[in-house]
């Protein structure tokens, strides 16, 4: 039987020593959910937020059968723990279930130089404007396909100006590149960053990414960065993060 947890604390032993903010957002109750096989004392968990579903614990078919509210979904990633989980995700999934890889970037909040950040943001260029999201850019980024992602997670501006935080580079009144919480947890967020196609390799993300942590950092808050692919490793090392180790995902489509 899969149960979502109320009480979160009872799954936490399972995710103990995982170093991923989207869980500790779940475990939190900040944002997500966490389900389990026992509403009380749980050998399987699972934590979902957005497009990611990270498995701890016992392998369990009937967790990673669950759509919790995801009937049609199109993309998910799912996470697991160990590699007892990869077989029955294989399972469960079969050719919809693609194995990919992803980057783990090290957790070090001594380790930014805010000089050379402050730098890279007083390098944008006079043709573009840099502003942090607020009400306005909240509901306008929501509705652009590109980068709706930099606040899809949060329902509301007022959960967004709780726990998120961005950054946007506007050209013309339009959006074009953007860093921002993918979601948020007590202490920090998970960066989410984008540019528009046509607007790539100007280096504007870096410049939104600089942003970005120079007003976490005002915040006392930990800018925590995941990269999805090399270049975001290689973005993430330039402004100042260490990579620590790939892990293997499944993209299910």
């Known amino acids: 039987m899969v149960c979502e947890l109320r009480d979160t604390e009872r799954a936490a032993k399972l995710f103990e020593g995982w170093q991923e903010t989207l869980i500790w957002s779940c475990l939190q109750g900040v944002m997500g959910k966490v389900y389990g096989d026992s509403p009380e004392s749980p050998s399987s968990a699972m934590a979902v937020l957005g497009d990611f579903c990270f498995f701890a614990g016992e392998p369990d078919r009937e967790l990673v059968l ?101 950054a946007v580079i506007e050209k013309d009144g339009e959006p074009v590149s953007g860093a921002s919480s993918y979601s948020g947890y007590m202490g920090g967020i998970e960066i989410e960053i984008d540019t528009r196609e046509d607007y790539r390799r100007r280096g504007l993300a870096t410049v939104c990414g600089a942003k970005l942590i120079l007003e976490c950092l005002d915040r006392g808050w930990y800018p925590s960065w995941d990269a999805h692919n090399k270049w975001s490793v290689g973005l993430a090392e330039k402004l100042g993060y260490h990579f620590d180790h790939e892990y293997q995902v499944f993209e299910i489509t």
Request: with cysteine; hydrophobic share 35%.
């Open 66 to 166: 669950y759509e919790p509210g995801q009937s049609g979904r199109e993309f998910l990633i799912m996470v697991p723990q160990h590699d007892g989980w990869a077989p029955v995700i294989q399972e469960c999934y079969g050719e919809r279930a693609k194995k990919a890889l992803r980057y783990a970037i090290k957790k070090e909040p001594d380790v930014f130089d805010r000089d050379k950040l402050e730098g890279i943001v007083a390098g944008l260029s006079g043709e573009y404007t840099l502003n942090m999201i607020d009400e306005r850019l909240f509901w306008h980024i929501r509705k652009e396909r590109w980068c709706r992602d930099l606040v899809s997670q949060f329902d509301d501006y007022e959960l967004y100006r709780k726990h998120g935080l961005g």
